[in-house]
């Protein structure tokens, strides 16, 4: 046990992430190589063929016959209620009874002896519909009266008609905005063990392990004290296993609990894709009117939301792209509306931004629209119209911690920006194939769920007679790097080598009631209830110390390694095992919630977001007019993360979010067909960014100058979604190379992902100048 005056691992410093060689090396346990219990039985979901329809008929008799089949689970199986919503509505059925309601839908589950033969009976099912009429997008589902899922939410702040009217200038687009599979690296996946009694131990990879105990208890009709819930790490998750993996962990425990042996669940990867939700893809008629220099003045916006066939989390995601939908503008008079619409399609979840990227693009592209009709660089239109603190947002929050204006200043001169633009309008004017474009974005993104009760935290520490420190809390590691987070807050806490401290796995035993590891808050809420555990442990140490070194308790102090009393210069597992004999209580539970936050969905009105991060970048791209393809010359960025906690983990989440938020708007493209089925359901068919597509040239720098004005964890600010919208850098400048082929006379008004067919299509319009078409 390292315990010395040189410590490693404390809060500010570059650390290695605490499972960094587990992973490269393989020792890594995710679920699956958990050692499997004695006769371990495997589950594999039966699917649904076709978009909507009645059932008319179930027939398992090639199934039951199938080699190592025990059974099959159906609707009628279950013991407690067959819905696994998050929200309450009954709308989320396991397995479908009557009715089923997109392509893919799970019907019912075949428990076998082996993975393989549950798979291949499964396919042996034989389930006849009546085919009934479907509507896919949020559009054609508007048009075919499906309704919404859940309500809608309008913000508001002044007139925004008569601002509209009053305008000098105004302009009206429609933007198409496609959705994003997930594709962690570790599928989904569940095994569960049945115990005594209802107990049951669900092992699982999920980024809400008190959700997934409530679903357990739910669909097998007990109390939630007799599910227990594991979870060690994921290999991913980017929102998709928030609510998406409740599936999959109540299968296996009602399999387990029905043939009392343990069960195991894990999906093929175009099963998992199928049947599972995805980021929401958006219509949003948009209509902004603005100024002869720019200014805008009033914005008017409808955001139509591809849900799927349940409610899932689209409410709040639909009510986030609304909170951002003017990113780090101020509109004086605003109207937006959000439309979840009801589809035939898998019920869409949460994702990286949960919703955010969806509003904060559409501001980009009202910018970029104004700034073609005007001839003037989009970067002035941004910085012209900048918050100014003291302004309010439509929810009708103050802005208060603008840092925008520094970042641009500092962002511009590192990047060579105006430069590089004049090189750029200087290649176009040559014509030829490959056509130049370069876009600087910015990102203002708020911190907390807009569920206020979400706001809340525990952990547990025990320190242990010989020093050695047992860290839990309730938030989920998906290699994202919160527990070495945590841990260093722990370490400087008690001013020991971060060696000293044990992460163990997140367990609903241990931590009761968590909230989910999602909205960036991860680090904020989780640190906070580690260091208030901390805190109440030390101040018992404290008290002990005073009294058996007879010294003033102000003049007891945590050093290296130490803790000194006066003269008295102890070791830290010296001054334990002496507390220890004491009978002093070397355990604590922290708790803590996130102050000053309030929201009042009903008027549209509170302040749902504690902070703020701020973000910008630039990114220049070529792109190859005769393929569509691109390259991503250079990007550089520069980004708000308070006063990081680790700057290397900070960088990394950074670069990651910005690849991917990339992907979002560039490659990742789904598609289902006219019967309802998604056809990019694999990686043969559906593309993510490789290593090659990251920037030739990527340079990345923290705002280490900015601290959160609010008493976040260690003055520090939330990394994991904020940086994913700057990869619209990348978008807006594949725009610019497409406009110059129409003389940047007029924008691109290229749909999401900007694919090389779209590109192509674009640079053939404004040829032969069609205009909007």
């Given at each position: ?29 995710y ?18 063929q ?26 009628q ?25 997109f ?36 559009i ?7 309704g ?10 002044g ?6 009217a009053?305008a ?10 496609g ?10 996946i ?13 092992n ?18 007990c109390?939630s ?12 998750g ?18 387990a ?6 069960v ?89 931004g ?7 693009i ?18 002035e ?20 911690d ?11 001169a ?11 309008l ?13 876009a ?15 706001n809340q ?24 790097g ?14 020991c ?15 009761p ?7 960036s808050?991860?680090?904020d ?7 208030d555990?901390?805190e109440q ?18 003049d007891?102090?945590?050093v ?34 996130t ?6 969905r ?8 504690y ?41 990394g ?22 019967k ?7 990686p ?20 280490d ?21 700057l ?40 040829r ?6």
């Amino acid at each position: 046990m390292k315990d010395d005056t040189t410590l490693g691992g404390q809060a500010h410093q570059d650390t290695v992430h605490d499972s960094a060689i587990k992973h490269v090396t393989g020792r890594a346990d995710y679920t699956d190589d958990l050692a499997e219990p004695y006769g371990l039985l495997h589950a594999y979901l039966g699917l649904s063929q076709c978009a909507h329809g009645t059932i008319t008929g179930m027939d398992f008799t090639e199934t039951l016959a199938a080699p190592g089949v025990i059974g099959v689970l159906t609707a009628q199986d279950i013991p407690g209620v067959n819905d696994v919503s998050p929200n309450g509505k009954n709308d989320d059925p396991i397995f479908a009874e009557k009715k089923v309601l997109f392509w893919g839908q799970p019907v019912f589950a075949v428990i076998a002896e082996t993975r393989d033969q549950a798979r291949r009976a499964a396919h042996k099912a034989r389930i006849s519909y009546d085919i009934l009429p479907h509507a896919l997008d949020p559009i054609a589902a508007r048009d075919a009266g499906m309704g919404y899922v859940t309500d809608p939410l309008t913000l508001r702040r002044g007139d925004a008609d008569a601002g509209m009217a009053a305008a000098p200038r105004r302009i009206k687009g429609r933007f198409a905005i496609g959705g994003q599979d997930h594709f962690y690296l570790e599928g989904q996946i569940a095994m569960a063990i049945p115990g005594e009694d209802e107990d049951v131990t669900v092992n699982v990879s999920t980024q809400h392990p008190s959700e997934v105990q409530h679903m357990v208890a739910h669909v097998l009709g007990c109390r939630s004290n007799a599910v227990v819930v594991n979870v060690r790490r994921m290999g991913g998750g980017f929102g998709g296993k928030e609510t998406q993996m409740n599936l999959f962990a109540c299968v296996a425990a009602i399999a387990a609990k029905r043939w009392n042996r343990a069960v195991k669940i894990r999906p093929d990867r175009d099963d998992d894709m199928t049947a599972t939700g995805k980021r929401h893809d958006f219509v949003v008629d948009y209509e902004v009117g603005f100024d002869d220099d720019g200014t805008i003045r009033a914005v008017r916006g409808d955001w139509y939301a591809r849900c799927g066939f349940s409610a899932d989390l689209s409410g709040p995601v639909t009510d986030r792209a609304l909170f951002h939908c003017d990113n780090a503008y101020y509109y004086p008079d605003v109207r937006v509306s959000s439309h979840p619409m009801r589809t035939n399609t898998v019920s869409n979840t949460a994702f990286r931004g949960f919703g955010g990227p969806q509003g904060v693009i559409v501001a980009e592209r009202m910018i970029e629209e104004i700034a073609y009709a005007l001839g003037r660089d989009p970067l002035e239109i941004r910085k012209r119209n900048l918050y100014r603190n003291g302004q309010l947002t439509p929810y009708h929050q103050e802005v208060t911690d603008q840092i925008l204006p520094r970042i641009f200043e500092e962002l511009e001169a590192s990047s060579d920006y105006h430069a590089r633009r004049q090189a750029v309008l200087d290649w176009n004017a040559k014509g030829g194939v490959i056509r130049k474009g370069i876009a600087l974005t910015p990102v203002k993104f708020g911190i907390s769920f807009t569920a206020t009760w979400f706001n809340q935290a525990g952990a547990l520490i025990h320190v242990y007679n010989d020093g050695s420190i047992a860290l839990n809390h309730g938030g989920t590691e998906m290699g994202q790097g919160l527990n070495t987070k945590v841990a260093q807050v722990v370490a400087e806490a008690f001013q020991c080598d971060i060696g000293n401290i044990k992460i163990t796995r997140t367990t609903t035993e241990k931590v009761p009631n968590t909230s989910a590891t999602a909205a960036s808050s991860g680090t904020d809420l989780n640190g906070m209830a580690a260091l208030d555990a901390a805190e109440q442990i030390k101040a018992r140490l404290v008290e002990f110390v005073a009294e058996r070194w007879q010294q003033p308790r102000e003049d007891v102090h945590f050093v290296p390694g130490h803790v000194r009393a006066g003269d008295h210069l102890i070791p830290f597992r010296d001054v334990i095992a002496a507390a220890y004999r004491a009978r002093i209580h070397l355990s604590a539970a922290g708790f803590y919630k996130t102050p000053q936050i309030h929201w009042d969905r009903a008027t549209g009105r509170g302040r749902p977001f504690y902070y703020y991060a701020y973000g910008a970048a630039v990114s220049e791209v070529s792109v190859d007019t005769l393929t569509g393809e691109y390259v991503i010359d250079r990007s550089d960025v520069l980004h708000d993360v308070g006063r990081s906690l680790n700057p290397a983990i900070d960088r990394g989440q950074i670069e990651g979010a910005f690849v991917q938020g990339a992907g979002w708007l560039t490659i990742e493209e789904l598609w289902w067909d006219d019967k309802g089925r998604l056809r990019t359901h694999a990686p043969s068919t559906y593309k993510v960014p490789l290593a090659s597509d990251r920037p030739r040239v990527f340079n990345v720098r923290l705002a280490d100058w900015s601290e959160n004005s609010e008493r976040s964890i260690k003055r520090s600010k939330a990394v994991g979604e904020p940086p994913f919208m700057l990869g619209i850098s990348v978008f807006e400048a594949i725009n610019m190379a497409v406009a110059s082929f129409g003389d940047y006379r007029e924008p691109a008004r290229l749909d999401a992902p900007a694919t090389p067919e779209r590109v192509l299509m674009a640079i053939e319009r404004l040829r032969h100048g069609s205009g909007r078409g």
